[in-house]
């Protein structure tokens, strides 16, 4: 990788969309909202009684003008049941339907709230018409939003306002950060869209955008173009089709996407790319909710469809493309459908055309068939799944996997389990071992006393059947037995704090697996829980190693115990064990060998875990050497946490020969800017796999931040990208490019501006 720079522009487009509801922005009149003065309206609003049938006038004075036309001065007020109108004169032609309102007019219906000096009112089949001039209007109607201006001319035609030589803003009445300027806005709420010619983006005071057409949704979402995207990036050194290097510093790529709202429950984006150095890249997404028909749960199911596709590369001369598409369907109230489709063109697909440094090390596809039946305690799953690698080694494939749980109680002390399961391995070297294992296991459990001590049993008995390809077929069976006895008892009073609650357990417990020579099966899918830092719950679960390939013999004791003190503000629990081995060998999953050598005796292991209140939390997993007395293994954790913008985490692990830190947090520097970053980094061997800092700037109608990335792929050879983007708060604002990337990086940091 070389290292590049690229910066991402967010500005508007010529016809802009709101993909979202407005009403999950925050409101300019939330209390909680940065920034934000209380809530203003043009006058207070009038509550109307919608079951009136009356007309009510209130005035000083009034007069008749022949025989339908009537007079009103002096504080005149009218109400309907939709309509209110104060002045200092209301004039009413009654046989005509014309109101005249002078004098520091007041208008208000069901959407919209004018101010102005003079005001006409008629009704023209069946819809209200008011003409006003030198007017200030504000929706009332617009869920979190407060969309506001003035006009030189203002029509209302029923639920739609009209505004010539206007201007338009969500923003505060008080707090005009930014305004369009435009010879015309249509605000129709039949559609439920804005629409403005010859527009003037302002931004505190300057015009930064001029926009011929611009149109965006009043409320909700709607169809239209998003907010494009552009770029600049580097070209790695690499020969074209004709053989001659490419290296280009100066390479761009310009994003326009397109939505497209089908329906509530369906949408759609198409975007066009283009990238200097390798030409137009075509995308599309297509999203659907789907409601189940048979099952009665209450979670639609999720389709989804990604493509994006590049005709011919200019420096490969090949296509390039990729195809993403999943389901998640509850077909009954038993039966669940998950299905995965991801393929790229070529594994330097996510380099060369996505420009980021993809954490997939494969593309993994499956289809998943699950049957769940709670009531008679029984699961059935149908698996398959393939993947096409990126970065990693191949592994191995369930090609096909069927799997079938079922539980039987013979007491409420005594269930009987039976696992089956019958997995076909592939792998993409044909020279690896493949083919089928079937896998059998017949497990009890029993709890001969809930008292103290709290004795329970164990027992279970598996076969291991190995179908191979290339080699004879293997048959495996062990069985095991055990027993633990744990002595809950609580302290009182005497040894520590009063209002506190304090338990200590000791227990002790015994497992016996009989030895069964392994080395001869091939390794599928097993992997090594000590090769990381060994644990509490991995120490004291009897089994050291993931999958099937490999069982664990046993014949030790292991003994632990647990503490734990609380109350309403603090708990502190504290975990320690270690296990004594009769025998001193163990299976083996390093090639073909049988067993592995060890001590009589594990390491001691430690756990511990601090929780004051919701916000504070420290926890430290040690892997303790008793011969060398040293700590070889170790993870400590911290957060403190007050919102998802107000938190810092920190997690230091050393593993032996690998030793890593990671640092995330938010942190506000004032009510209105905050600092994010996150720090993924290998102390050990100097490098960075992510390092990502900005700062964000939150207000009641617009937002900015500013992002840089550092992005390794397991060199000190970095990647470096810059993202700038404003959000100006009910115009097209969309789903932030940004977004993703920075949660991604920084885990519980919550990246939406408001």
Known sequence: MKNCLFFLILIFSTLSVNSKELSAICSPYKSDCINCPEHQTLFPIISLDESSTSLDIEANNSEMSGDDTYLFRGDVELKTDTHYLAADEIQVDQSNEITTAKGKVKFQDESFIISSSELDVRRKDEIIIATTSDANYQNINSGNLSPNGFAKEITKKGPSLILKNTTYSVCPLSQKDWFIEADNIVLDQNINRGFAKNATLNFFGMPILYLPKYGWVLKGRGSGFLAPSYDNYSESAINDKDGNLVSDDRSYRFRM??????????????????????????????????????????????????????????????????????????????????????????????????????????????????????????????????????????????????????????????????????????????????????????????????????????????????????????????????????????????????????????????????????????????????????????????????????????????????????????????????????????????????????????????AIKLHVGDRFNVSNDTQYDIDKHKIVKKKNTLSYSITPKKFVSIALSDEGAKETAQIYGSFPLSKSIHFFGGLDRETSAGITNTETTGLAYESCCWSARIAHFKEGGGTKDYDYSTGLEFIFTGLGSTASPLKGRIEGNIPKYNAELR
């Open 257 to 606: 996407p397109y939505y497209f709202n089908i329906a509530p429950d369906r949408d759609l984006i198409l975007a066009l790319s283009y990238m200097s150095s390798r030409g137009f890249v075509y995308e599309g997404k297509y999203r659907q909710l789907i409601k189940p028909k048979l099952s009665l749960k209450k979670k639609d199911s999720i389709f989804e469809l990604e493509s994006k596709y590049l005709i011919e590369d200019k420096i490969t001369g090949s296509k390039r493309w990729l195809l993403n598409t999943s389901i998640d369907l509850d077909i009954t109230n038993n039966i669940n459908l998950r299905a995965k489709y991801h393929r790229a063109s070529d594994s330097n697909y996510f380099k060369d055309i996505e420009r980021t440094n993809s954490k997939d090390k494969a593309l993994k596809s499956n289809i998943n068939l699950s049957y769940v039946d709670e009531d008679n305690n029984l699961e059935a799953s149908i698996l398959t799944e393939n993947e096409q690698t990126i970065t990693a080694y191949p592994k191995y494939q369930r090609a096909l996997e069927v799997n079938l749980e079922k539980t039987y109680r013979v007491t409420n002390e005594t269930p009987v389990k039976i696992d089956l399961s019958s997995t076909k391995f592939t792998h993409h070297i044909s020279s690896k071992a493949s083919g089928v294992r079937t896998y059998g296991n017949l497990g009890v459990t029993r709890t001969l006393s809930n008292d103290f001590p709290i004795i329970k049993t164990k027992a279970d008995v598996n076969k291991t059947y190995y179908k191979l390809n290339n080699s004879s077929n293997i048959s495996r069976q062990t069985a095991g037995a055990g027993i633990s006895f744990s002595f809950p008892f609580e302290p009182g009073d005497k040894l520590f704090a009063s209002d506190f609650n304090h338990l200590i357990t000791p227990s002790v417990s015994y497992n016996y697996r009989q030895k069964v020579l392994q080395g001869n099966i091939p390794i599928f899918d097993t992997t090594d829980k000590y090769d990381e830092i060994i644990t509490f719950s991995s120490l004291t679960s009897g089994e050291r190693y993931t999958g099937l390939d490999r069982v664990t013999n046993a014949n030790d004791v292991t003994l632990a115990i647990t503490t734990s003190s609380n109350n309403n503000k603090l708990k502190f629990t504290t975990q320690t064990a270690q296990t004594f081995y009769a025998d001193d060998e163990v299976v083996s999953n390093t090639g073909s060998t049988n067993y592995e050598t060890r001590k009589s005796y594990s390491d001691l292991v430690t």
